[in-house]
T-cell receptor
Framework: TQLLEQSPQFLSIQEGENLTVYCNSS?????LQWYRQEPGEGPVLLVT?????EVKKLKRLTFQFGDARKDSSLHITAAQPGDTGLYLC????????????FGTGTLLAVQP | EADIYQTPRYLVIGTGKKITLECSQT?????MYWYQQDPGMELHLIHY???????EKGDLSSESTVSRIRTEHFPLTLESARPSHTSQYLC?????????????FGPGTRLTVL
């Protein structure tokens, strides 16, 4: 059974602080995606990383794909209340079906 | 505007009722998915389809059934709802030719079975 473990599970921080969320697996992924989900809504795709070691920046968010394509991290600089939500990583297994395996989720609350 | 729609957004019903959760997309996507999610938790794939008349069960066993008669429509049916079915149900779609299987989600249906 493929598993994507995220840590931490919950994070409550003050506005302006930095944070990092980790996504780890023993499986190799052809690509990895990060989604953010707000309460009562569906997840929204933030980014896709494809190459081992790849780093992508999206304003204050920095995403990194591990060299072995088994893990990823999301770093947020100077968090804002608008960053509050559930962050989900999802690894694509490749092959004919290329199914996504979703991570266990990190619930982030940024207090003003 | 290309989008993915789910109705109803909220549903409260009694045990034993038959229900159908609707999902439609105007994205032009061939692949569609149903996920089950408890609040603040991970998504579990319960059904998927790669085109008309193609449906497969996902990784999480579910008593629900799906159909795919039209490309844009992927309804999920529960013949006899039970309290254990209480959850959020999310529909998603992705392009068949998409290399990374990037998925686009509807807003979800929050189901409560009393």
């Amino acid at each position: 059974t493929q598993l994507l473990e995220q840590s931490p599970q919950f994070l409550s921080i003050q506005e302006g602080e930095n944070l990092t969320v980790y996504c780890n697996s023993s499986s190799v992924f052809s690509s990895l995606q990060w989604y953010r989900q707000e309460p009562g809504e569906g997840p929204v795709l933030l980014v896709t990383v494809v190459t081992g070691g790849e780093v992508k920046k999206l304003k204050r968010l920095t995403f990194q794909f591990g060299d072995a394509r088994k893990d990823s991290s999301l770093h947020i600089t100077a968090a804002q209340p608008g960053d509050t939500g559930l962050y989900l990583c999802a690894g694509a297994l490749g092959g004919a079906t290329n199914k996504l395996i979703f991570g266990t989720g990190t619930l982030l609350a940024v207090q003003p | 505007e290309a989008d993915i729609y789910q109705t109803p957004r909220y549903l409260v019903i009694g045990t034993g009722k038959k229900i159908t959760l609707e999902c439609s997309q105007t994205m032009g996507h061939d692949k569609m998915y149903w996920y089950q999610q408890d609040p603040g938790m991970e998504l579990h794939l319960i059904h998927y389809s790669y085109g008309v008349n193609s449906t497969e069960k996902g990784d999480l066993s579910s008593e629900s059934t799906v159909s795919r008669i039209r490309t844009e429509h992927f309804p999920l049916t529960l013949e006899s709802a039970r309290p254990s079915h209480t959850s959020q149900y999310l529909c998603a779609s992705s392009a068949l030719a998409g290399v990374y299987n990037e998925q686009f989600f509807g807003p979800g249906t929050r189901l409560t079975v009393l």
